[in-house]
């Protein structure tokens, strides 16, 4: 089809939207290895799974073999208020490189909580309600994922505690109002209203929190309060597959023009909307039909796939949860201060790691500074003010847009723009002022998080 029919902004039609989410463990021929009951070190089966768990989605956390799972017409409702998002042709950056590539975005940030978070946080809240609780307790880190449960639990009339890291609690204090305006409790962790974050405070009395840390008391919270169970916003494999409609819409939107994508781009901080926006590529790559590149995109201070290892890990400080095998850093890995928060977790997804290990996807890792150049760049010339996160993926699609403008090919990208940075004003200040620092952890910084790792097989 000609270019120049291509439009700017390419939306599906309601009745185009995905009716079903795509599972891509159903097509791995490796299958991500099983979550380990830490006790026992046997895999966690459905009956331990559903104590922490809504059921239905501890059933979709063990489900390899489905590939297609209906959803729900309860979550397609509340999907249509703010999908399906757009796949954006960058023309205007396309021109200001003056590359020959054509670059499309699918734009994540359309809603209040300003990222592709709400796609699982409702599917979660909705399996919660149907299964009459009373509410769930989470944790946040930048204050996104809270942002979103938040939202989707007041649509339910669910209860929502969330344990917000309190480096950010203090920081971010309008995206905590935003959670509270949602009906939310939020607590700033390591709290004293858990044992775990006693324990931790009385450890390291004044520290600031970590992601693992506020994991830890918001599981506690849940098993110990009759009526909650406990969500996570990333990692697993049930997010991932909620995330999928981001790859079924973005290639919808694709098929729609017979656009076929070379590279497909997107940043890596859990996995859950890399994971979901490759899901449906990956499975045509699986199946022997296409072979595209599928780059993740990670900080070079949190280098879990790039630097990592494959082992089994805890997932949290407190070492409560299940052990995943993924690539990681170890649950002792402290990150250095980074601005983006959302990619500061020390492991990675299983399902991703797996395909990581099975080279059918690539990894990067790109300094802070060069990724507010490429969000900047790409905010004045697109108009759209990214994340810092999802500047990750603008960064490395920019460069990959400029190896075109060399080689003269004119290769198709798509990359992932998960989100707004309207609540990261204090990084771009940094960023404006000069006073943003690049920080790689060196061999040795690495090494007490790999002493951390538990010794298994
Ligand atoms: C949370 C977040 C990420 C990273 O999380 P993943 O699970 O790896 O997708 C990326 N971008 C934004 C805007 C986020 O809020």
């Not at 409702?77 to 950056?93: D, E, G, I, N, Q």
């Not at 670059?103 to 592709?116: D, P």
């Not at 990894?363 to 108009?383: I, K, L, P, W």
Request: aromatic residues 10%.
């Amino acid at each position: 089809m000609s270019d120049k029919k291509i439009p700017y902004k390419i939306y599906l039609e309601e009745n185009e939207m995905p009716t079903k989410w795509y599972n891509v463990r159903a097509d791995m021929k490796n299958k991500p290895a099983p979550l380990l009951n830490p006790e026992t070190l046997k895999p966690m089966t459905l009956e331990e799974l559903s104590g922490v768990f809504c059921e239905e989605l501890a059933r979709q956390e063990l489900d390899d073999t489905t590939a297609y799972i209906d959803i729900p017409q309860e979550i397609r409702k509340f999907y249509k208020m703010y999908r399906p998002s757009p796949l954006v042709r960058a023309y205007c950056l396309e021109e200001k490189l003056d590359t020959p590539a054509k670059i499309y975005y699918k734009f994540e940030g359309n809603n209040t909580s300003g990222s592709h978070k709400l796609n699982s946080a409702i599917a979660q809240a909705y399996y919660a309600k149907e299964q009459g609780l009373k509410g769930v307790t989470t944790e946040t880190g930048a204050g996104q994922w809270g942002t979103a449960l938040s939202m989707a639990c007041s649509y339910f009339g669910l209860d929502c505690k969330v344990y917000m890291v309190k480096v950010s609690y203090e920081q971010k204090p309008f995206r905590r109002e935003v959670m509270r305006t949602y009906g939310a409790s939020v607590t700033p962790s390591p709290s004293d209203t858990t044992q775990v974050g006693r324990k931790i405070l009385a450890e390291h009395p004044g520290t600031s929190g970590s992601l693992g840390c506020a994991i830890s008391e918001a599981v506690e919270a849940a098993l110990g309060t009759e009526g909650y169970r406990y969500v996570l916003g990333s990692v697993l494999n049930q997010v991932l597959l909620h995330q999928s409609v981001i790859g079924l819409e973005a290639k919808a939107a694709l098929d729609k023009y017979g656009i076929e994508p070379d590279i497909i781009i997107g940043c890596a901080g859990g996995g859950s909307n890399l994971g979901g926006l490759i899901s449906p590529f990956m499975g045509e790559k699986l199946k022997g039909n296409k072979n595209y590149r599928i780059i993740a995109v990670e900080p070079a201070s949190c280098p879990s796939l790039t630097r990592g290892r494959y082992a089994y890990d805890f997932c949290d400080t407190g070492k409560v949860c299940p052990l995943a095998k993924m690539y990681t850093l170890g649950s002792g890995f402290i990150p250095s201060a980074n601005h983006a928060g959302g990619l500061r977790y020390h492991g990675m997804s299983s399902t991703l790691s797996q395909l990581y290990d099975d080279g059918l996807m690539e990894a990067v890792s790109v300094e802070q500074t060069s990724v507010f150049d490429a969000a900047v760049q790409f905010a004045r010339v697109e108009g759209i003010l990214p994340a810092p996160e999802s500047s990750h993926a603008i960064r490395v699609a920019i460069d990959e847009a400029l190896k075109c403008k060399e080689t003269g090919e004119e290769k198709t990208i798509v990359f992932g723009l998960t989100g707004t940075g309207y609540f990261d004003m204090v990084a771009y200040q940094k960023y404006n002022d000069g006073n943003m620092q690049d920080y790689i952890p060196t061999d040795e910084d690495l090494k007490p998080g790999f002493a951390s790792l538990p010794q298994i097989g």
